[in-house]
């Protein structure tokens, strides 16, 4: 058993919360029991990831995406109020990170989902993304490497070299970045979402765009951050898939 305080103030200062200001707070976002013994992770906030975390006895619910975005109404609709009436039936807190979990160096999506594919860090790409280099891997292979790490076959919009040497990695939604890689020299950006204008623009930049799934693409992180939190404060963790094929 470990006090929640602890356990929120810790993770704030692993993952450097201040250096991420958002447009909603980050980090604690429902208060829940005092003390855990389990903690829940999963991408995203929802009805379901909630009951079934309290199903599992877990006190403490750890998302990438929290309850609050900016293009979103202030209202507590039908959707937030069945959302915290099963956090509030358990008692049980929310915890959620978003740019800065993207951004750890090594709890990260990016880091995490890098590692899986062979790929090393040398720098920055972007806000939050990483700057990666590979052994001269071709694109199929590393497309293969890919899947496998995601479990999702990706899209896959061509444009750049065979042979995939500099990889920019921005795992959600970071398809808008495609012109920016490719002016800064990179020969692919894995991502998860493509956006409309990304197959013309691969081709006449000559960058090929690898899109893996927003969700997919951000497993990762929770996963390895849970895991890393009940190490350190000797309590149980569970990963909990909610299936979104976006």
């Known amino acids: 058993m470990a006090s929640r305080n602890e356990i929120v103030a810790y993770a704030d200062a692993l993952l450097e919360l201040d250096r991420f200001p958002e447009f909603a707070p980050q980090g604690l976002q429902v208060t829940g029991a005092d003390e855990v ?3 829940a992770c999963g991408v995203s906030s929802s009805r379901e990831l909630f009951e079934r975390a309290v199903g599992l006895g877990a006190e403490l619910v750890l998302v990438h995406h929290g309850l609050f975005w900016r293009n979103e109404p202030l209202v507590v609709d039908a959707r937030l109020r069945g ?3 099963a956090l509030f039936a358990g008692n049980v807190s929310l915890l959620a990170y978003h740019l ?3 951004a750890h160096p090594t709890l990260g999506n990016n880091a995490q989902l890098a590692s899986r594919i062979g790929a090393t860090p040398g720098g920055a790409f972007g806000d939050v993304g990483l700057a990666c280099s590979l052994d001269d891997v071709v694109l199929d ?3 293969a490497r890919i899947e496998q790490a995601v479990e999702r076959r990706p899209l896959v919009l061509g444009g750049g070299p065979e042979t995939v040497r500099r990889l920019a990695v921005s795992t959600g939604a970071a398809g808008y970045g495609l012109a920016a890689a490719a002016h800064e020299g990179f020969d692919a950006l894995l991502t998860g979402e ?6 013309a623009t691969a081709r006449e930049l ?3 765009l690898i899109a893996a799934g927003h969700h997919a693409t951000e497993r990762l992180g929770v996963q390895a951050l849970a895991a890393h939190l009940a190490e350190r404060f000797a309590v149980a963790w569970h990963y909990l898939e909610v299936d979104n094929p976006v």
């Open 206 to 208: 000559g960058i090929t």
């Open 37 to 39: 013994t389990t903690i």
């Open 141 to 143: 292979a590393l497309v």
């Open 194 to 199: 493509a956006e409309e204008p990304s197959a």
């Open 83 to 85: 959302r915290l009436e």
């Open 100 to 102: 800065a979990l993207d």
